[in-house]
């Protein structure tokens, strides 16, 4: 006579953990190293930028709470894995490598990898490189096509752990080019002390930059995967997506 109470119990105990479980901020992680224009601290402290806007967003769309988790790069993934994140939104691109580790929700921009150099060095793309000491952030995209397509064509390639360690080591005189996102190599040469320096080129389609950007995710994550599709798809739908584009960078990125 009391096995069906029990039965019951335990079903409500589990609806309310379920009910709990969804109620929990969802916790986004970006890399703790700033990223402008996509991700950095604001003077308040506060982390703002194209992603963090973006992402709360999307959250507001899917009708949950979230929170910036800063993360370093070199290990966001194995935080998301070992539950400690439940979503990565800073700017990772879908690869097949990557997708044989950890799922991703649909792109929400693409832009491609860009040289950056002083405006006297001459450099029309990949086959100038030759001699050369080319800078790029490991782990990423970039450093990919950088091992896959350029190392028999540069003279060396140097990986760096942070993008600004790139970017300071090009001022320095340490490197004669880097290779790194367009949009934060527009946002780079905007600063004063980036002046004598441009984009020679950008780098051409390649498998190693994947299908766009994406919310990395857990494999076994399909229910927040539909929520956060549905959800990119409203904020583009709507505008939202373009809108902050615009703003952060001055033209359209969304796919």
């Given at each position: 006579m009391n096995r069906p109470l029990i039965t019951l119990t335990a079903a409500a105990v589990l609806g309310l953990s379920a009910t709990a479980q969804a109620s929990e901020p969802l916790k986004i992680g970006i890399s703790a190293e700033p990223y402008p224009p996509f991700t950095y601290t604001s003077s308040e402290g506060e982390w703002t930028g194209f992603e963090v806007e973006l992402g709360m967003a999307i959250c507001e769309a899917m009708e949950r709470s979230c929170e910036i988790t800063p993360t370093g790069w070199s290990g966001i993934i194995p935080s998301l894995k070992a539950g400690r994140i439940d979503m990565i939104m800073n700017s990772m691109s879908i690869t097949e490598a990557r997708k044989r580790v950890i799922d991703f929700s649909d792109p929400y921009y693409f832009t491609p990898g860009a040289f950056v150099a002083a405006d006297d060095l001459t450099l029309g793309g990949p086959d100038d490189l030759g001699g050369k000491v080319l800078g790029v952030q490991a782990a990423t995209t970039n450093a990919t096509y950088a091992r896959r397509a350029l190392r028999d064509s540069v003279g060396d390639i140097r990986l760096y752990d942070q993008a600004e360690q790139v970017n300071r080591?090009?001022?320095?005189?340490?490197?004669?080019?880097?290779?790194?996102?367009?949009?934060?190599?527009?946002?780079?040469?905007?600063?004063?002390?980036?002046?004598?320096?441009?984009?020679?080129?950008?780098?051409?389609?390649?498998?190693?930059?994947?299908?766009?950007?994406?919310?990395?995710?857990?494999?076994?994550?399909?229910?927040?995967?539909?929520?956060?599709?549905?959800?990119?798809?409203?904020?583009?739908?709507?505008?939202?997506?373009?809108?902050?584009?615009?703003?952060?960078?001055?033209?359209?990125?969304?796919?």
């Open positions: 080591d090009l001022l320095a005189g340490r490197l004669d080019v880097i290779l790194a996102d367009k949009i934060a190599m527009n946002e780079f040469l905007e600063r004063d002390e980036a002046e004598g320096y441009e984009i020679k080129a950008t780098a051409p389609r390649h498998e190693a930059y994947g299908e766009g950007v994406g919310i990395g995710l857990r494999q076994d994550d399909d229910a927040l995967q539909a929520d956060l599709n549905a959800a990119i798809a409203e904020v583009r739908e709507d505008g939202t997506c373009s809108a902050l584009s615009e703003e952060y960078f001055g033209t359209d990125i969304c796919t």
